[in-house]
């Protein structure tokens, strides 16, 4: 059986994603508004962000599943590794935030106060910013 350049082409690709995949794809969901909005900004994944976007939650590994072979296990993993990273420091920022009002509940003092505050503001801006980023 003789195979022409671009079925080997094909074959190549399938089996090199399929073992590349397995490994390194996450099973892991995160906010897919957040993924869909990174879509926007890639070519080939441009015209699938919309769908994406109203899953509410996906993996890599579903994502791989839905998107067409010519889309890169790559493009999908990086897609992926700076929603998780953003998606933390949220998280970390969020609890910061959170405690830092508990202990301007219990400060007494106007400097105590002017320090929790300072350190809120800072907070705040560090989520804004983060925030900024996954819109651009």
Do not use: C, H, W
Request: hydrophobic share 35%.
């Amino acid at each position: 059986m003789k195979l022409t350049t671009g079925q080997l082409r094909q074959i190549i690709r399938e089996e090199l994603r399929k073992s590349s995949l397995r490994e390194e794809l996450s099973d892991k969901k995160v906010d897919a508004k957040g993924i869909a909005d990174k879509m926007k900004t890639n070519q080939m994944t441009k015209a699938f962000a919309d769908k994406v976007a109203k899953l509410g939650k996906v993996s890599a590994k579903d994502l791989d599943k839905m998107l067409p072979d010519y889309v890169d296990g790559q493009v999908i993993q990086s897609l992926f590794k700076e929603a998780v990273d953003y998606g933390k420091q949220i998280r970390d920022l969020q609890t910061a935030l959170a405690d830092l009002e508990k202990k301007m509940e219990k400060a007494k003092t106007p400097q105590e106060k002017e320090k929790i505050q300072s350190k809120m503001v800072k907070g705040l801006q560090a989520l804004s910013n983060i925030r900024r980023e996954l819109t651009k």
